[in-house]
């Protein structure tokens, strides 16, 4: 039941997509796209594009991850160090990030560096912003009572602020495979992003169509596997 109940919506989609494409060169069928989709990504595009571009999706997501919880952590646990970043932390997140891809370009180049710079600039902040409001909502009572039984403050902070900092994470994931595209739409010879405006300019509509079936493909599989883990690493806070 649960698996019909998943397939329900797609099915519907996947059959009203049908119904309006009719004949339209800019809206090819399901079957034209799915031909496509085989024809295209079951090919040495694996190796040339899809792999390169999830390599640089999980550098970039990692050094956010890495970079956001290590300064959350910090400015969460000093309220100086919170006064003065804040005003700072709050302009850069209204900065957009596919703004900032022609100077990132400036100052990293145009190679995958700038592309694992982009998707970092955009990925960082929910990470940091979420896990400075789990540090900031610790319990001082339990601080207090961890101090005076010796149990290492680090250990109390990163578990009471890892449901908000898997949050956050869930939160940067769907941040990071935007960013990868747009990435790699930028002076670029490789990657899903290159290959989908490649497939528009050439009038190859089914093409550019199975590329963006393949990137929601993506997305879906990587929430699924971030839930899996997120059920691990919180298995603590869902049996409480």
């Known amino acids: ?18 119904l309006v494409s009719g004949g339209s060169f800019y809206l090819p069928s399901p079957g ?40 959350g952590v910090a400015i969460g646990l000093s309220s100086g160090l919170r006064a003065a970043a804040e005003p700072v932390l709050e302009f850069f997140r209204a900065i957009p990030p596919p703004v900032l891809v022609p100077l990132i370009m400036l100052f990293a180049g145009i190679d995958n560096a700038m592309k694992v710079a982009v998707i970092i600039s955009g990925c960082v902040w929910p990470i ?84 963006i079936v393949l990137l929601g493909l993506i997305g879906w599989g990587l929430s699924l596997v971030f839930r899996m883990v997120e059920k691990r690493v919180l298995a603590w806070y869902h049996r409480a």
């Open 128 to 211: 940091l912003l979420n896990t400075v409001e789990g540090v900031r909502a610790i319990d001082e009572v339990l601080a207090d009572t961890c101090k005076l039984y010796g149990v290492r403050l680090r250990h109390l902070v990163l578990r009471s602020a890892s449901p908000q900092i898997m949050t956050g994470l869930r939160q940067a994931l769907s941040i990071g495979i935007i960013l990868m595209v747009i990435s790699e739409m930028f002076a670029s010879s490789s990657g899903l992003g290159f290959t989908i405006v490649l497939f528009q300019r050439g009038f190859q509509i089914a093409e550019m169509w199975s590329g």
């Open 32 to 71: 034209r796209v799915a031909a496509a989709f085989a024809e295209t990504w079951f090919s040495e595009r694996i190796l040339t594009d899809v792999l390169p571009s999830l390599a640089r999706l999980a550098v970039g997501y990692t050094l956010a991850g890495v970079i956001g919880v290590g300064l």
């Open 1 to 18: 039941m649960r698996l019909v109940n998943a397939l329900a919506v797609p099915l519907l989609l996947v059959g009203l997509w049908w």
